[in-house]
């Protein structure tokens, strides 16, 4: 069955360190999203990609990196200068950009700090 | 710019309960409409949708009617289980070159036995 995989489901980061949260998918869709959810709040949209090799910040880029270079692939790298980075982290794709098309995730990682 | 507006949770009901969470939205064009959910520990999972005015999407017992006319999309359900405590998330997706779909902030819903 096609879907979207995140790795790891839990990911632990020391101080200064960057830490990258994978994540794949075989559903042929063009567009891919990453979203921060913190307790009890809704989704902030983190970074977007609609195509390879090009991709746009949302709202909350601040401390976060990202590329595209394969349609199946939007790795998020969580860097040091994200000084809050403790958060439930969810990528989803879309068939095309543009088309009013429902979203499917994947099942998140959890980023702790120790 | 569009928003999806929830009612506040947590919504707690008891088994057997009828299930109703207000959801609200502003658009500048003709969005498509869904309902996700999300259990504890999880991804969403698209739960149900509509694309144009007075579609009524269902699942799992679960329905919402898209209203053009009031700008919302109630989600609704006549007798909730345990099995349905989880967040719910109303969202918005229009056409356009570059257009991101807009979420509401989520609603809890706790089924009591």
């Known amino acids: 069955d096609g879907g979207i995989t995140q790795s790891p489901k839990y990911l632990f980061r020391k101080e200064g360190q960057n830490v990258t949260l994978s994540c794949e998918q075989n559903?042929?869709?063009?567009?891919m999203y990453w979203y921060r959810q913190d307790p009890g709040q809704g989704l902030r949209l983190i970074y977007y990609?609609?195509?390879?090799?090009?991709?746009q910040k949302g709202d909350i880029a601040e401390g976060y990196s990202v590329s595209r270079e394969k349609k199946e692939s939007f790795p998020l790298t969580v860097t040091s200068a994200q000084k809050n980075p403790t958060a439930f982290y969810l990528c989803a794709s879309s068939p095309r950009r543009g088309e009013r098309q429902p979203q499917h995730f994947g099942d998140g990682t959890r980023l702790s700090i120790l | 710019g569009d928003s999806v507006t929830q009612m506040e949770g947590p919504v707690t009901l008891s088994e057997e309960a009828f299930l109703t969470i207000n959801c609200t939205y502003t658009a500048t064009g003709y969005p498509s409409l869904f309902w996700y959910v999300q259990y504890p520990g999880e991804g969403l999972q698209l739960l149900l949708k509509?694309?144009?005015?007075?579609d009524k999407g269902s699942n799992k017992g679960f329905e919402a009617t898209y209203r053009k006319e009031t700008t919302s999309f109630h989600l609704e359900k006549g007798s909730v289980q345990v099995s349905d405590s989880a967040v719910y998330f109303c969202?918005?997706?229009?056409?356009?070159?570059?257009?991101?779909?807009?979420f509401g902030r989520g609603t809890s819903l706790i089924v009591h036995p």
């Open positions: 509509a694309t144009k005015a007075d």
């Open positions: 559903l042929n869709h063009d567009a």
């Open positions: 990609s609609q195509i390879v090799n090009d991709f």
């Open positions: 969202a918005l997706s229009e056409t356009g070159g570059s257009y991101i779909p807009t």
